[in-house]
Every structure is written in C-alpha cells, then in structure tokens.
C-alpha cells in the first residue's frame, strides 16, 4: 500500500489532470443542483465521468464495485486535497440515498449479485436512490408501517402509500420498507425491497415545503413490482436491514453545519449588520453573549467529532456517539440560522425581490429547510431516547409491543 | 477520554486505583468533620509526593518527569472524582506553570526542584476583590533601596494558609484596570509583613485571604519582566483555568455516575425512575455536554502541551463549557436523587459545594464567554 505522503501527490496530480477548472469555488451551488437535477452537462459532467472512472465518488468502495477501495484516512486526504483545490465530491448529491444509505447497507446485507447490479449506479453517479420509509402513521414509530408486499411469481406485488420520500420524483430506484408477514409481531414481518421507480404502477405527488421548494413526494404503489432477487437480507428480517441504514443516516449527519456562507467569520458577519462599539464590541450586548455561546458550542462540537473519531483510532465505524452528534450538529446549525436572522434585523426578513441580497435570502430558505434536521433521520426526541437506552442503559420507555 | 498514550493510561489508571482504594471521598468527609489545619491530611500529600505527581509537569532538567498538561489533567481528573484534598493542583499546576512560563534559569533553579519533590507548595495570589478581574490589580509594588516593597491585599488564594511561598501580581506602573504595569514576584510566605487569614468556604477547601504591609523583597524576587506582567499572567491564569477543568470533569462524572445508578436502582410507581421519559432525556442531556465539556477540556491541555496558536481562546472555551456542565450536573444530582440528595450524610451536597466553588475560581462561565468574544475580536 501507499504511504500517506505519496498517495496525497497522487491525488493531487490527479486533480490537476481531471477537475474542470470552471467548477472551481461553486462548490455550494453546484452541489444543490446536483441534488435536484440528474442529467448534467459540460464541465460538470466530465467531472462526474472522471470521479466515476477513478472510483472517486464512493472512494472507500471495494473497486468491483465502483470505489477505489481507499482506507478511510486515505478518503480523508482526498477529501482535503479536493477542498484545498475547489473542488467536491458530486456523486453523493447525484446519487440521491444511494452513497450515503443503501450503499452501505446493500454491501453490509447483499448478495454478490445485488452489489454487482446496484452499487456501481451509485458509485459512478448515475443512479438516484430514494428511500420508501415513512408513511403517513408510520413516522417515528416506523415499525407501525402498513404498506404491503406479496408474493407474485418472481416479483413481489406491492400496495401502500409512502410520504416524505425525498427524491422521489427525480429518482431512478426505490429502497421500501415493507409487510411481508402480517401475522407476525410489528416488528418481525417487515422486509426491504428494492424496486425501479420507472413503472405505471408508482405515482409520486410532490409535496411543497415551508421553504418553498418540493425536495418530497407522497409516494404511492398500485400493484408496484420489486424482483424477488431484490429482497435486501433475509424476508421478515428488514428490521435488522434498515436499523442498520438508519445508523448510516445518523453518522451521515453527525458533521458540521450546513447553513450560513463561508466566506467570512460569522462574527464579522455580525459586526457587519450589528456594528461595534468604542471598545470593539458587538453593539448588542445580549446577542453577543448568545452568539459566543453558539461559537463556543459549534467549536465543541467538532472537537468532539475529531475526538470521537481519535478514539476510534482511525476506523470510521457507525459509533453509537452518533445520536450525540446528530443532535448538537442539529442545534448549532439551527441556532446559527436563528442568530443570522436575529442579526441581520429587517434585511433577513425577505422572501424575494431586490430589497434582499442572496445571502439574506439563502438565510431565510436555509433557516426553513434546515428545521428538518431534527425531524429527519430520528427525531431531536427519539436521538435522545436512543441515548438513554443504548449509551446509557436505561430501561426502554416508548416501545410497546 | 481522548485517544491515551500508554503512559497516560497507566498513570490514570494508577491514580484511580490509589485514590478510591486510600482517599475516595469519604476521606474527604473525615477531613472536612476534623477541620484538618490545611484542609488537607499530610499523608495525602506525602502519598502524592511519593508517586512524583509534585513533578508531573516540572521538566526533567530540574528534577521533575516532564510529562505536560494532558498527563496531569489526566489525574486531576481522578482528584475530581473523590473531592481529594492537597495543594497539588495550586503548587504542581499552577505555581509550577507561572516558575516555568516567567522564572529566570537561576529562579527554576530554585523554584521547580523543590516543586516537583513537595517540599516547597507554590501558590498564585492574583485576584483582590470577589470577582476575578485580572486587570484591576491595584497592589502596589514599589521600589525600595533593597528591590520593593509591597502593599495590599489579596482575595481566596488557594491553599493560602499551607503555601511556602506566593506567586503575587502586584502594580509597579499604571493604575488599576490597565493591563500596562503589572509585574509578578515570588516571594516565601513567611516573609515580614505578611498576614494570612484563613477562610471558611462552603467547599471545605484552603483559601485564604493575605494582606501585606510594608513587605520588603529583593529585586531578584520579580519574576519575568517589570512591567510586562500582564501577558504572563494571563498565560498562567489560562493553563489554571485549563487544568481546574481537567478537576471540574472529574467532579462533575463522578456526579453523572452517581445519578446514572439512581436511576437504574431508584423505583417509584412501580418501576424503576429511569424509565421515565423526562429522566431519560435530561440524562441524555447530561451525557451530551459531559462529552462536549470533555472534548473541550483536552483540546485546551492538549493545546498547552502543543504550544498551540489558540491556547489562549481553547482555555477559555474550556473553562466555560465544563462550568456550565457542571452546573447543570451538581443541580440534577440532587435533583434526581430527590430528598436523600438534600441530606449532608450523602456525598450530593459535597460535590455541589464544590461544583460552585470552581466555577468561580479563575473566572467563572459570564467572564469566560465575554473573554472569548473579545479574543475572537467582538
Ligand atoms: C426534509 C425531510 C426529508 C425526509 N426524507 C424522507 C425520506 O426520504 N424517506 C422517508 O421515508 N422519510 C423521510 N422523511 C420522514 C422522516 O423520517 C419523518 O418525518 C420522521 O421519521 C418523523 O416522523 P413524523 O414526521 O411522522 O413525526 P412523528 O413521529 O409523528 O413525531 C411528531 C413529534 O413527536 C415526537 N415523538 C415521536 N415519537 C416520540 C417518542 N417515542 N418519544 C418522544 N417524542 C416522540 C417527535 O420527536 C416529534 O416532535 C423526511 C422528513 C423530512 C422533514
């Protein structure tokens, strides 16, 4: 194997040769249209082809399925080199669930032949995932589900409504959480089916959101058709199946905040709007102290990411400090929102027009949409009950049968 | 607990061992109910001493191990854990820190040696009033035909009444409030003109106040620059702070640790009271800033030891973050243990006295979080 410092030059040279200089410092913008949009073009595209080609989109990926089989300190040092040039990692964004989710619980629970058929969709960028979860009974309490599947020949039939299902829209494949036994106790007859959503028999109505855009759909299966070879792990076990992808999600969200531009200190940000006094100071003394606080709190935050992940010596494992993280990485980008807001005083009450500038109205969108963070994923609550039962031991307070 | 080097973990866990098998806080109660001359039993120092603690920082050149901020906070934590009484964090820590950040060769000379074998306890005399405002020193240090003589008062310095000698800041220039004009001496405790006041905290801690008249020193007692002190004194106020976090971690898990079993083996209404939700989430909110808190805390050691950029911004982080936990955590802990946490013959009480009682050392979370504004310039 490589050393660090040698795989680093590579990387480096590599950038050099295959990130389309054009693309440089869009980071941001690019990485939302890719999110919404799949057939890309130009500059943009030929950067997808060469992550894909190189493996680079799920990078840790054995490389028979579209990775590039790094370890995960060398995915970091592509990771930094990338941002050190301006570039990014679109794949993820194009890929919908697919990276970050069913990935890597489709290389955890999958046969050969499902890795070999779905993973490098993902990989290279080319496939959108979304995932068929919630329903409209079934939110935190997800083993409530009602959304059936039977078996039919080689396929299973499926029936049921899903609802926030993220992407559905615009996505080419369907992981769904589904009855397979309704005999069976809650939590024991459901499995997770794999189906393509380019079939008459799945109509997707999106639903529009506090901030405007549609980023969901109600999701809706009349007789929908999932290939018996397309069962992820064994039937009635997709319990097991999906705790696990939701842990992905957990970690997949445990980092950074989101929200808010980079380009300045955010407490410069504040002295633009507020101004200071005689003595340097923000000339709102209550909303200082408030806003040391948060910086006090998103340092410790990533502190303690970089701690957690010291301990774990390198290997990057689904940790059960994900709940912890989810939740503080949640609260400081919320509260980051709410401090802008406050801050910019009339100007980040805009909606739209030219009385706002962009980073007024990217404030109030990302203010809206970021309130989801601690809806998604398990609720701000259920992280909480998570920490109680699993980190801390305490007896089970919400489940019952 | 961060990713421990080998000797760290065997130093803490021998510390763990010694200090829950010889001095867990019941020992600590003994003291308090004898009222221990010091606030502390010789023998806990002398065990202390014995195991090189004194010298944990102390270079090697001048008899000490060397071995920085992180490995002593390491054990500072565990003294956290049974409210353990000696002066070593105020000699060790703090007096070793402001010899070997402003003392001269010929000062570690004679200074660190005998820090590091607990023969001499070093402690820092800095604030004058009941708030810690580093700035508004306003003690006098004027020169004399022989060095200075000082003149003025100082506020709950810790292991006051025990210390050999003080580390004091007094004013050579400007006036209060200026940050121009401070310089810093050492001085034995002894000395003419000096006289100490034990105080009775609710902690059951040594501080003292100490009042000096007409004290005539030489002027190779000044430590660091004349007039330059104010830099000095921050960065010995900053590994302070840092290292008292490093006890307030300790403090506050052994706290955590004791509401964590009540709430296993407490029941009411038939079942046990972690079961109930609301005691389920504020636990999970307790466990989340014990791990932020922590996080910070090693950062800022860490920091020291790395001879970081941002020592000065990590210590106060630090500092606040563990205060506002252990706020937090001294409340719930009587709280959650409901009537018996109200007792004095249960340890609860003894650690929320002492959880107020660091806060406030080395200023308390209201000056640390106006502190870090200013250092990040707002
Ligand atoms: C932006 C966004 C994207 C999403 N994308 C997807 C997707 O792609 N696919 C998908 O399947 N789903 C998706 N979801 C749905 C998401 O997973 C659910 O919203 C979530 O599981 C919560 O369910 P619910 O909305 O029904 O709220 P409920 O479960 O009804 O919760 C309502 C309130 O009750 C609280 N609560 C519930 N149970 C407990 C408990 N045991 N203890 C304490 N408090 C509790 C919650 O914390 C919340 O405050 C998405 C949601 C959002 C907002």
Redesign the interface.
């Known amino acids: 194997m490589v050393n660090a410092t040698e795989f680093r030059s590579a990387v480096k040279g590599w950038l050099e040769e295959n990130f389309p200089l054009a693309l440089k410092g869009q980071t941001a913008m690019l990485l939302e249209l890719a999110s919404v949009q799949n057939n890309l073009e130009g500059d943009i595209l030929l950067w997808r082809q060469n992550l894909a080609q190189a493996g680079y989109g799920a990078p840790t990926w054995p490389k028979a399925y579209g990775g590039a089989g790094l370890t995960h300190p060398q995915a970091k040092i592509l990771a930094e080199e990338m941002k050190r040039v301006g570039a990014f990692n679109l794949i993820p964004a194009l890929a919908g669930m697919g990276v970050t989710m069913v990935g890597p619980t489709v290389l955890e629970y999958g046969t050969d032949d499902q890795k070999a058929r779905h993973l490098p969709g993902i990989a290279s960028g080319t496939i959108r995932w979304c995932l068929g979860l919630s329903e409209p009974s079934a939110g935190s309490d997800l083993a409530s589900l009602t959304t059936k599947a039977v078996a039919d020949g080689d396929n299973w039939l499926l029936n049921g409504q899903k609802t926030w299902t993220s992407g559905a829209d615009i996505s080419q494949w369907c992981g769904a959480l589904v009855r397979t036994d309704s005999s069976a106790k809650k939590r024991d007859g459901i499995s997770f089916l794999m189906l393509p959503m380019d079939q008459a028999e799945i109509k997707t109505r999106p639903i529009k959101l506090i901030a405007g855009a549609s980023p969901f759909c109600e999701t809706f299966f009349d007789d929908a058709k999932a290939s018996k070879d397309d069962l992820l792990g064994k039937p009635n076990e997709g319990w097991s199946v999906i705790k696990r992808l939701l842990q992905h999600e957990r970690q997949s969200q445990t980092s950074a905040s989101r929200t808010g531009s980079a380009r300045e200190a955010f407490q410069d940000t504040a002295k633009r709007y507020v101004g200071v006094d005689a003595q340097g100071r923000l000339d709102d003394a209550d909303l200082r102290i408030r806003l040391a606080n948060h910086l006090m709190d998103a340092t410790a935050h990533s502190l303690t990411v970089r701690r957690i992940r010291e301990e774990a010596r390198g290997k990057v494992e689904v940790s059960a400090a994900a709940s912890i993280l989810k939740n503080t990485a949640t609260q400081v980008a919320q509260i980051k929102s709410e401090l802008t807001l406050e801050l910019m005083g009339y100007q980040g009450l805009g909606w739209q027009g030219d009385s706002f500038n962009e980073e007024e109205l990217d404030n109030v969108r990302s203010w809206l949409s970021g309130k989801a963070m601690s809806i998604y994923g398990g609720s701000y609550e259920v992280q909480k009950n998570i920490i109680s039962k699993n980190i801390l031991g305490l007896p089970e307070n919400t489940q019952k049968g | 607990?961060?990713?421990l080097t080998e000797e760290q973990t065997m130093i803490r866990d021998q510390a763990r061992s010694w200090l829950t098998e010889q001095y867990p806080v019941q020992k600590f109660r003994e003291m308090r109910d004898s009222q221990a001359e010091f606030a502390f039993t010789p023998d806990t120092w002398a065990g202390m001493a014995e195991m090189g603690w004194p010298g944990i920082l102390v270079p090697e050149q001048y008899g000490g191990l060397g071995l920085g901020y992180l490995t002593f906070g390491v054990v500072l934590e565990e003294i956290g854990r049974q409210l353990t009484a000696s002066p070593l964090f105020a000699s060790a820590f703090v007096g070793a820190s402001a010899v070997m950040l402003a003392g001269n060769d010929q000062q570690k000379q004679q200074w660190l040696p005998a820090i590091a074998d607990g023969s001499q306890i070093v402690t820092l005399a800095s604030d004058e009033g009941p708030r810690h405002v580093p700035a508004a020193i306003s003690m006098q240090a004027s020169r004399n035909s022989g060095g200075f003589e000082l003149n003025g008062n100082k506020t709950f310095v810790l292991e006051g009444m025990a210390a050999s000698a003080l580390v004091v800041a007094a004013r050579t220039a400007g006036d209060a409030g200026d940050q121009q004009g401070i310089s810093l001496f050492i001085l034995a405790a002894d000395t003419d003109g000096i006289s100490r006041h034990a105080l009775a905290t609710m902690d059951s801690r040594g501080y003292a106040n100490i009042s000096f008249d007409k004290v005539s020193i030489p002027a190779d007692a000044l430590l660091g620059e004349l007039d330059q002190g104010y830099a000095l004194l921050e960065a010995i106020l900053d590994r302070a702070s840092a290292g008292i976090a490093a006890e307030m971690i300790g403090t506050a898990a052994q706290s955590f640790d004791m509401t964590?079993d009540y709430?296993?083996n407490r029941e009411q209404f038939g079942?046990?009271i972690?079961?109930?939700?609301a005691l389920?989430?504020r636990?999970?909110?307790l466990?989340?800033d014990k791990?932020?808190?922590?996080?910070?805390m090693?950062?800022a050691l860490q920091a020291i030891d790395d001879n970081g950029e941002n020592i000065a911004e990590l210590c106060s982080?630090s500092k606040?973050?563990t205060g506002d936990f252990l706020h937090f955590m001294s409340n719930q802990l009587i709280q959650i243990h409901g009537g018996i946490g109200m007792t004095d013959e249960f340890d609860a009480g003894l650690y929320l006295k002492r959880a107020r009682v660091l806060e406030s050392c080395y200023g308390n979370q209201?000056y640390h979080?106006?502190r870090?504004?200013?250092l990040?310039?707002?």
């Open positions: 607990m961060a990713a964590l709430l296993k079942q046990v972690g079961s109930f939700q389920g989430h636990a999970a909110d466990y989340t791990e932020m808190a922590r996080s910070c090693e950062a982080l606040c973050k209201a979080r106006d870090y504004a200013r990040l310039n707002f």
